[in-house]
Each structure stands twice: as structure tokens, then as C-alpha cells.
């Protein structure tokens, strides 16, 4: 069966899309200075090496599903989405001291070898906390050269353009609370699922939907139906993230086990297990949560805790029941037929992944 990513031939044109821009990014940065061959190779490396695509998928199809008719530019538009997601992955692997990113050294790791091959001066590690900072940044930047440039008529791209907009303020402000929260020590689901909301689930489904219903001209009940569908959709799928962060296999992931753990993430899965657990077992995974040096038999008796506390089972029934409502949002929806079938395959393969 075709994956529904696959489907119009829509991952290989989104990577042919930005094979070319990123191709013609690396002209201009050579003509700047050789040096920034790292700054193309990392870039390239980074945004074509994987990645599923799911939020140009979404983009396009709710585009398709308004009424739109293919096209190459449109194509190109949508797969914008994929510099804003590698922005924002590289700034979250820097704030996280994640190591490795779908199975390669992260960004900043990335850069700190480089440093580190070459004998430069100064702290390697600091070089490389330097150097994902403004990578991160100029995907952001290449994000909007890369929708304008798109060949998309001027007039669809007015209606969409606030839509991308507030989209990446949305993911950023995200990411504060995400940080935020830790510190805080504030363990409630409702801030575990307001931090979902906005990291991940606005920008992973809803606002790529309503971007390309915007392409398309959608009427105000379309949109009103995407949001329906997309936002319940997105905090599921954020929420199969969060499952993963602590009992993912690394081997498919492509990231250390249990470095949710590590990092102190205080996600919905955590606030879920402090619901029923005793002040002792609170205790306990406070002593392990957001402890760096975490090791396996650490990170092993974290999820044995959060295993027995029945928080597993409590985030499967909400990620059900949240997928649940985004379908019946998108059955009562003026949608076309075959964007319908696919966004019903999209939404199945959002919430029951594996990586």
C-alpha cells in the first residue's frame, strides 16, 4: 500500500523542491566565502537526510482538500514548512544537549567536531553552540526566500502568508514553554498539554492545514474544520512523541533512549503518572528527572515507575480519544474526496508511528 506521503508523488517533489534551493543557497554562500561550505554541506546534510515530511503533506492536502489544483509551485510552497521544522529542530537539539538528530551527530555536535577535527582555537563546544544558533536562524530566513520564491500567485500567497506567520510565532513561544516548564517544576496536565498545543501540535498539523486551505481560497466553514480536525490531531501526535521520548527504541528513533528523561521534559506521560503515584514514587522521579547523567539502569527504573503508575495506558486513551475527535471534525467536513482519504491515512500514521 502507497504510503500517504507518497501519495501525487508528493515526497520526492518536496525534496526535489528543496534539493534545487538549497543547491542555489549554496552558490550564493560560496560566492560570500568558501568557509561557508560547512554552513551548505550541514544544512544540506540535515534537511534532505530523512525526515517525514508530514507537515508539507498536511499543507498540501488541505490545500487539495479546499478545491486547489496541483501544481509544482504550490509544491515548492509547502515545502517551506520543511526549513521551518529544521530551524526549529536544530534550536531545540541545541536547548535539549541532544547529541544526534535521526541517527547522525546534531547540529551543534556536528559543528563542535568540526572544530575540534581542525585544531581551531578556543572551546569546541562553544563553536558549535555558536554555529546551530545561526544555522537554525537561517533556515528560519530561508523559509520565507523559499515560499516568496515559490512562483505561487502573489494574491494566494497574501491570504497565506498570516497563517505562516503566525505559525512560527506559535512554535517559538512553544519552545519558551517548553523550557520554561521544567523550571518551573509545574507538572499539571493541563500545562503538559498546553506546552504540546503550541510546540508542536499547532505547527505540525493545524496552521500546515489552514496554510494550504489559505493557497486555495477554503471558505470560512473549511477552515473552521481544519482547525477541528488538526488541532486535536497535532497534540496526539505530539503526545506519540512523548510516549516515544521514554519508551522509544533507539535503533528506530534514531535518538538516545529516555532522553525526555534526561532533559526533565514534564510532559503529559509524566504529569499522568504524578496523578496516582505515592509521594515516595514522586519523589524518585524527581530525583531522576532532568538529570543528565541518567544512566540506562536509571533511565530503566524511571519507566519501570512510570510503567506501574498506569500513565502509559492513561496517554494511549488520550491520544485515542483526541484522534477520535480530529476524525469526526474532518467526516463533517466539506472536504474533497480524495483529500479526505488521504488526511483519514495522514491522521493513522501521525498517531501510530513508531519514530
Given at each position: 500500500?502507497?504510503?500517504?506521503?507518497?501519495?501525487?508523488?508528493?515526497?520526492?517533489?518536496?525534496?526535489?523542491?528543496?534539493?534545487a534551493f538549497l543547491a542555489a543557497q549554496r552558490t550564493r554562500l560560496l560566492a560570500i566565502d568558501d568557509a561557508l561550505a560547512d554552513v551548505a554541506d550541514a544544512l544540506e546534510a540535515f534537511v534532505l537526510r530523512g525526515g517525514k515530511r508530514l507537515r508539507p503533506a498536511f499543507a498540501y492536502w488541505g490545500y487539495r482538500g479546499a478545491g486547489g489544483i496541483d501544481s509544482d509551485h504550490v509544491v515548492t510552497a509547502v515545502a517551506?514548512?520543511?526549513?521551518?521544522?529544521?530551524?526549529?529542530?536544530?534550536?531545540d537539539d541545541l536547548?535539549?544537549?541532544?547529541?544526534?538528530?535521526?541517527?547522525?551527530?546534531?547540529?551543534?555536535?556536528?559543528?563542535a567536531a568540526r572544530h575540534a577535527a581542525a585544531a581551531w582555537r578556543g572551546p569546541a563546544g562553544a563553536f558549535g553552540d555558536n554555529a546551530?544558533?545561526?544555522?537554525?536562524?537561517?533556515?528560519?530566513v530561508w523559509s520565507d526566500e523559499l515560499l516568496h520564491g515559490s512562483g505561487v500567485a502573489l494574491e494566494d500567497l497574501a491570504r497565506a502568508r498570516p497563517v505562516f506567520d503566525e505559525m512560527r510565532t506559535e512554535v517559538t513561544v512553544g519552545q519558551y514553554l517548553d523550557v520554561l516548564t521544567p523550571v518551573t517544576g509545574d507538572?499539571?496536565?493541563?500545562?503538559?498539554?498546553?506546552?504540546?498545543?503550541?510546540?508542536s501540535a499547532k505547527y505540525t498539523v493545524e496552521r500546515p492545514l489552514l496554510m494550504g486551505a489559505a493557497l486555495a481560497a477554503a471558505t470560512p466553514a473549511q477552515l473552521a474544520a481544519y482547525?477541528?480536525?488538526?488541532?486535536?490531531?497535532?497534540?496526539?501526535?505530539?503526545?506519540?512523541?512523548?510516549?516515544?521520548?521514554?519508551?522509544?527504541?533507539?535503533?528506530?528513533?534514531?535518538?538516545?533512549?529516555?532522553?525526555?528523561?534526561?532533559?526533565?521534559k514534564r510532559t503529559y506521560l509524566i504529569a499522568a503518572a504524578y496523578e496516582t503515584l505515592s509521594a515516595a514514587g514522586r519523589?524518585?522521579?524527581e530525583r531522576g528527572l532532568g538529570d543528565p547523567g541518567l544512566d540506562e539502569q536509571g533511565v530503566s527504573r524511571l519507566r519501570a515507575i512510570i510503567t506501574g503508575s498506569g500513565a502509559p495506558a492513561r496517554t494511549e486513551a488520550r491520544i485515542a480519544a483526541l484522534t477520535e475527535e480530529a476524525l469526526a471534525a474532518l467526516e463533517a467536513a466539506e472536504?474533497?474526496?480524495?483529500?479526505?482519504?488521504?488526511?483519514?491515512?495522514?491522521?493513522?500514521a501521525a498517531v501510530r508511528r513508531t519514530v
Open positions: 500500500m502507497t504510503s500517504p506521503l507518497e501519495r501525487a508523488g508528493l515526497r520526492p517533489r518536496v525534496d526535489k523542491a528543496l534539493a517551506a514548512l520543511e526549513l521551518v521544522q529544521a530551524g526549529a529542530l536544530i534550536h536547548m535539549d544537549r541532544s547529541d544526534t538528530r535521526r541517527g547522525e551527530p546534531s547540529v551543534h555536535k556536528r559543528f546551530a544558533v545561526l544555522l537554525g536562524d537561517l533556515a528560519l507538572t499539571s496536565a493541563a500545562r503538559a498539554s498546553k506546552v504540546a498545543r503550541y510546540k482547525s477541528g480536525f488538526g488541532l486535536p490531531l497535532g497534540e496526539a501526535f505530539q503526545l506519540r512523541d512523548d510516549v516515544l521520548g521514554v519508551f522509544g527504541d533507539p535503533e528506530v528513533t534514531g535518538k538516545p533512549a529516555g532522553d525526555d528523561l534526561r532533559e526533565g519523589a524518585e522521579v472536504v474533497e474526496p480524495e483529500a479526505r482519504a488521504v488526511l483519514l491515512e495522514l491522521a493513522d
